[in-house]
Each structure stands twice: as C-alpha cells, then as structure tokens.
C-alpha cells in the first residue's frame, strides 16, 4: 500500500488521540493521527515523523500522520494500513480464494470472509506497533473488542468456518511476537484459548517506508 504527498516533520505534541502538532518546513500544523492507541513509545517530543498532506477542502487537518522514526527503526502507525496491506497480501495465501473485506458473522464484524473451493474462512486483522527490544507485542492497550473477535473466531469454527487472526507487524525485522500480558492479560489467556480451539495464528512483519507498507515474512510467535 502506498501513501502520497508524504513530508517530514518533527513531532511536538499530541494534546488528544486525534490531533498532534508537528513542524513541518519551519511551521506549526495540526495533524489528525491515524491511530487511537497511546502510542507514547513512539511519539515521543521532538521525534522525526512523516505525514501525508491532503489539499481536501473539507477536512480540518492538511496532514495525516502516518509513521514515525523510532531509533533505527521505521515504524508505520496508520491503524488502517495494516487491513489495506493484507488486503494485498491475501491473494498470496489463498490464491483460488474468493476474497471479501468486512464479514458480519454472529455479533461481531470480521475484516476479511474468504471462500476458496469448500472452505469458508474468517480472518481478523491487528496491526502491531508496540515494539521493545525487538520483541513486538499486542496490544498496546486493554481491547475488549480484540477479545470479542476471539470469541468469535472460537464460535465459528464449531460451525464450519476455518478461522485465522493475523497480526501485522507495522516494522520490519523484529525478534518475534508475543501478546502484550502486562497490558491486558485476559487478551493473551484468551488468544492462547482460541490456538488451542483451532483457531490459527499469524504474525508478519512489513517493509515499510515514509510513503508505503507491504507486509513481508512471518514472525515467530510465543504464546
């Protein structure tokens, strides 16, 4: 996937979860972040930041902030990138597939529903930003929401629906992905819960850049 108009900036501060202040070319601007998790590992006060500009005459925000410089480390922290990049990456796992985004299934909606020949499969995607030492972890937050999607995927394989979550891993080259315990524990019980009932589980990593994603390789995971 790929962004345009992509500028540099450096990050000031973000005063709530939609709106920081970066400077950019010399100027103070108000950007609109494409992610509601605290993020405060990553944007941190006076960090390189890049942001896509937009000329919409509707929006009350010129930029998008999109991704950040963490040390070495380039890390893409648009919450929408990680489903835009599976999107594209699907084709590859299930080549024969018939591939739909967004799936109602019971109570809750799946972001992709694939039929390929007999199989029917539900696939829940969580992008992963939070990274420490090479060990990247999920979530950076407590998600009630993640955990109705386990259950979910849980429910579903007793009817029939193969069932997958897969973690994308806005950043390349990570040691390997675990869930986050300390943040919310239940996530993780439950995530092992849902491996050991068939669910299956898939973490990749992604060649990121200022102004694009693609996901690349898996990534060990420990439960």
Request: with cysteine; charged share 30%.
């Amino acid at each position: 996937m790929n962004y345009g108009n992509i500028v540099q900036g450096k990050f000031l501060t973000r005063p709530n979860r939609f709106v920081a202040y970066a400077e950019i070319d010399g100027r103070i601007e108000k950007c609109h972040v494409k992610n509601t998790g605290r993020c405060r590992e990553l944007l941190t006060e006076g960090c390189t930041v890049w942001l896509e500009r937009s000329f919409s005459k509707d929006r009350k925000t010129a930029f998008d902030l999109v991704a950040v410089q963490k040390g070495e480390r380039l890390i893409n922290m648009d919450s929408y990138a990680p489903n835009k990049a599976a999107g594209e990456f699907l084709p590859k796992l299930f080549p024969e597939g018939n591939i739909r985004a967004e799936y109602t299934h019971g109570d809750s909606r799946f972001d992709f529903y694939i039929e390929e020949k007999e199989r029917k499969i539900l696939l829940e995607v969580k992008g992963v930003t939070l990274e420490n030492d090479g060990i990247v972890m999920f979530p950076d937050a407590p998600t009630e929401r993640g955990i109705k999607h386990l259950n979910g995927l849980i429910q579903a394989l007793s009817e029939g629906f193969e069932t997958y979550i897969m973690f994308v891993i806005q950043m390349e080259n990570v040691r390997y992905f675990t869930p986050n315990y300390d943040t919310h524990p239940q996530f993780g019980e439950t995530l092992k819960r849902a491996a050991e009932s068939g669910v299956k589980i898939l973490a990749y990593d992604c060649k990121v850049t200022p102004g694009s994603m693609e996901i690349n390789k898996g990534v060990e995971i420990k439960l």
